[in-house]
C-alpha cells in the first residue's frame, strides 16, 4: 500500500499550531506510515522547534510544491514570504494572512490531487475575518472551495461521534434557522458517511431535541413536533435508522449515546460541549460530505500557550491518522461498491417496516 501524502496547514503561527504539529510528527517512525506535507514557512517551523527542548532535531525538507516531497522527511510547501516572524500569543493582521495564504495553497494541492487528505491547523476567525476571509470557519469555506451544496462537522473520537444541524452561527438564530429539510440533510449526510468512511453498514443516528426535556410536549416549545419529529420521519422511509428526539441532558448524562453510531445535535454548543467533556484530549473535526477528506484537532489557537511547551498534540495526531483512516475506507468501500451484485447494492438495503425505530 503506497504512503499517503497528509497535506497539514500551520493555522495561525501565532498560536500553538506549529507546536502540536512539530510534537505529532516528532517521532521518526510516524514517516513510515504517511508522508507529511505541511503548508506553512520553514522559518516558523524552526523557531516553535526550539522551543521544545525534548526535540532537538528533526529531519526537514523545504520544497516548493507537494510533487517534491520526500517520502522520509518533513517537508514544507513555503507559502510566506523570508520576513514572516512569529509573534506567541498574539492575534495579527500579518499572523491572520499568513494562515489564509497557506490554507488557499494547501486546498488547491488537495483539488489538484497534489496531497491525499488535508488536516488543518486552528485558526483565529475573528482576525481571518478582518482579512477579508469571508467564511466562519474551515468547514464553510472548503465547502464553498468543493462547490458542495451541504456539509456537516462531524466530531469524532474513539467514544462517540456528533453531528451539528446549524454551525458557527449566534445562539439567537438556531431556532429559525432549524428546518425540517435542514435535518434531514445532515441526517443524509451522516448516515452516508458512517457507511463510506467508517464501515458501518447500517448506522443507527440519534437525534436531539431543540428544547428542554424535548419541549415537554409543546409546553417548553413546539419544534419537536413541527419540525425534528417530521424530519425524523422522513428519514426512517427513506431507510436511514434515525431515533429521537432525546433530550440532550439525560441522553449525555445517561451515557445513552453508547447505544448509536452517531449523534446529531440542533447547534454547535449542545453537540460539542459533551463530546469535549468526553473526547477533548483526542477529538477530531471531521468534515462530512466532501469529496476529499477534511479533518482538524478540536482545539483553538490557545494563544495564551503559544510558545511555552506546554500544547498537548494528541488531538493533532489524532486528526492526521483519522484522515489516513477515513481516505482508506473510502477506497476499501469504493471496491466494495464494484464488487457487489446491483441487487444488493447498499443504497436498497431497508429495513423491513416492523424493524423500523420508534420516534419518540
Do not use: W
Not at 500500500?1 to 506549529?18: A, C, E, F, H, P
Not at 491547523?121 to 464553510?140: D, L, R, V
Not at 428546518?179 to 457507511?195: A, D, F, V, W, Y
Not at 419540525?227 to 431507510?239: H, T
Request: with cysteine; hydrophobic share 40%.
Amino acid at each position: 500500500m503506497s504512503k499517503i501524502l497528509v497535506g497539514i496547514t500551520q493555522g495561525d503561527s501565532n498560536g500553538i499550531g506549529y507546536e502540536v504539529i512539530i510534537k505529532a510528527l516528532s517521532d521518526p517512525r510516524i514517516l513510515e506510515q504517511f508522508t507529511p506535507v505541511i503548508y506553512g514557512s520553514s522559518k516558523i517551523f524552526s523557531f516553535y522547534r526550539k522551543t521544545i527542548p525534548e526535540i532537538e532535531q528533526m529531519d526537514t525538507n523545504a520544497i516548493n510544491n507537494a510533487r517534491e516531497a520526500h517520502p522520509k522527511r518533513v517537508n514544507i510547501v513555503n507559502c510566506l514570504p523570508d520576513s514572516a516572524y512569529a509573534e506567541p500569543g498574539q492575534a495579527t493582521p500579518e499572523s491572520a494572512k499568513a494562515a489564509i495564504a497557506c490554507l488557499d495553497r494547501a486546498v488547491e494541492d488537495l483539488k489538484a490531487g497534489e496531497i491525499d487528505v488535508l488536516v488543518t491547523g486552528p485558526i483565529n476567525k475573528k482576525a481571518m475575518s478582518g482579512q477579508g476571509f469571508g467564511f466562519p470557519g474551515h468547514t464553510e469555506y472548503i465547502q464553498n472551495a468543493f462547490g458542495v451544496k451541504d456539509v456537516t462537522m462531524l466530531m469524532v473520537s474513539s467514544r462517540i461521534k456528533v453531528g451539528v444541524v446549524t454551525g458557527h452561527i449566534p445562539l439567537k438564530d438556531v431556532a429559525a434557522s432549524i428546518t425540517e429539510e435542514k435535518i434531514l440533510s445532515k441526517l443524509r449526510l451522516i448516515n452516508e458517511s458512517l457507511q463510506k468512511d467508517f464501515c458501518i453498514d447500517k448506522p443507527r443516528i440519534a437525534v436531539l431535541s431543540l428544547n428542554p426535556h424535548s419541549g415537554d410536549g409543546g409546553l417548553l416549545g413546539d419544534e419537536e413536533g413541527r419540525i425534528i419529529i417530521p424530519a425524523i420521519k422522513k428519514a426512517v422511509d427513506e431507510g436511514i435508522l434515525a431515533f429521537g428526539p432525546f433530550s440532550p441532558d439525560g441522553f449525555f448524562g445517561l451515557s445513552h449515546y453508547e447505544n448509536f453510531d452517531a449523534t446529531l445535535a440542533m447547534y454547535h454548543d449542545q453537540g460539542l460541549a459533551p463530546f469535549k467533556a468526553l473526547s477533548f484530549e483526542d477529538g477530531v473535526n471531521f468534515t462530512a460530505g466532501l469529496p476529499v477528506v477534511r479533518t482538524s484537532p478540536d482545539h483553538g489557537t490557545a494563544f495564551e500557550m503559544a510558545g511555552r511547551d506546554e500544547a498537548d498534540p494528541l488531538s493533532m495526531r489524532a486528526a492526521i491518522f483519522t484522515a489516513i483512516d477515513i481516505f482508506r475506507k473510502r477506497e476499501q468501500f469504493r471496491q466494495l461498491q464494484e464488487n457487489k451484485m446491483p441487487e444488493r447494492s447498499l443504497g436498497e438495503e431497508r429495513p423491513q417496516r416492523s424493524d423500523r425505530p420508534q420516534i419518540a
